[in-house]
């Protein structure tokens, strides 16, 4: 196991209304860009390690080759999250891969956003509200209630957006798609969320927290746990990151200050 | 709750050897495509509910609009897998958007590829390999003890590829990343898959089923569940889908017969 793959950081963690500050590890998420032939096809956010099997399992699944034989050349630069194919065959772009716009990227102050729409268009929340644990932990219970789905078939996310009361819940097989149903509901519906959390049942990932800047929700607290890409982000924008949410703990991993107890 | 979120089929479950044919409810999966000023503008894969909410949602995640009253008018034909907007603001085609080519999916038999390419190359797996439950239960159980990153951070998905014994493990924040990194490892050691299963932490979704398919992979064995498309796909394909691997119970989604206690 590489050492990269986690990242130990400062916690603040509750356990019965007691504070503690300690070390903790996360997963370690990091965009890996993919060349092929000079073109660049595709970035992918994953785990820092086994990048080669990474990308050589996405031209394969992906039809780009058929054996590790059509592939001439390959350069891992695994620092910059670089990997630069030769393969024998000519490769077009392809619609529906997500690029990084390497070039494009740089002329931002912050290196943590890998995509240039979002290092553009995002900015730090501004007057973030305080949060009550206690509460947000009913919250995230009265969610997991009223999901039969998840109830009758383990099968799917559920994410709510809550105020003074649980406000909205839905639920889906994708994550991104849960927080996407939360974020149109309130488009639709023109609701302020500047004082709103969002509740989940999975992972926090860099890509929630991307979502939920666009949508200047300040608050995220899940079940699950929360990525280091998604802290770093989540500290940059003055979001409120809480983790691991049980009855009576939680981790908290950013903006600590605005949690009550 | 809508009653399409869910849909019952039969399954076949084994507790402490005993094998019982009863029906059981599966989550549903389906494609959403979104017009937008009559261009075709990105496929997802979601719960058959809330479209509105997600396409709006999407919409707004992405920068497509500010308000809802960027919206003119909105067409959603949920029997189709379909919503169409016009919006007051031009649009472009944006890559990394997955995009379903509808025009030109109606040529095949199958209904159930959503991805044009996928219908066109991924054919049923023939002479298809017999499969011993509890070898697999303590594969996927070696499989979990292996991974520290699991352990210490609670973040990542695992998957391995397992023969006569556990052959290689994978980690990664990504459910579909963890699949490619196997894959990828098989193509650069040209290991043969057409008798190995994918071990899987997470759950079954029709991609990681598509992914199965396109590598050979006849098998594959996880500790959550499956979605109901993931489940026919996997019929079509001659892909045993086993799902909820406990120490002493297993659901056997597809192709049973292959099946050994």
Sequence with gaps: MSEKMTKKIRIVKYI?????????LVAVERPLTLFVNDLELV???????SYTELAIGFLKSEGFIKAFSDIKDLLCQEDEGLIRFELETKVRQREGFLRRNLASCCGRGSANFYFVNDAR??????????????????????????SEIFQKTGGVHNAALAGKNLLVRFEDI??????????????????????????????????????????????????????????TMAEE?????????REERATIYTQSDRVKI
């Design 43 to 49: 970035t992918m956010i994953c785990s820092p390690n």
């Design 237 to 245: 924008l003055n979001i409120l990151l809480v983790g691991f949410v």
């Design 16 to 24: 019965k209304s007691e504070r503690e500050e300690i070390s903790d």
């Design 174 to 231: 994708g994550r991104h798609n849960a927080v996407d149903k939360i974020i149109g509901h309130a488009c639709m519906n023109n609701l302020s969320l500047h004082d709103k959390s969002l509740l989940l049942s999975g992972r926090i990932s860099s890509e929630i927290v991307i979502k939920a800047a666009r949508a200047s929700i300040p608050t995220i607290i899940s079940r699950a746990a929360a990525t280091d890409l998604a802290i």
């Design 121 to 146: 268009e995002i900015r730090p929340l501004e007057s973030v509200p305080e949060v009550m644990l206690s509460e947000q932990v009913g919250f995230l219970k009265e969610m997991e209630n009223m």
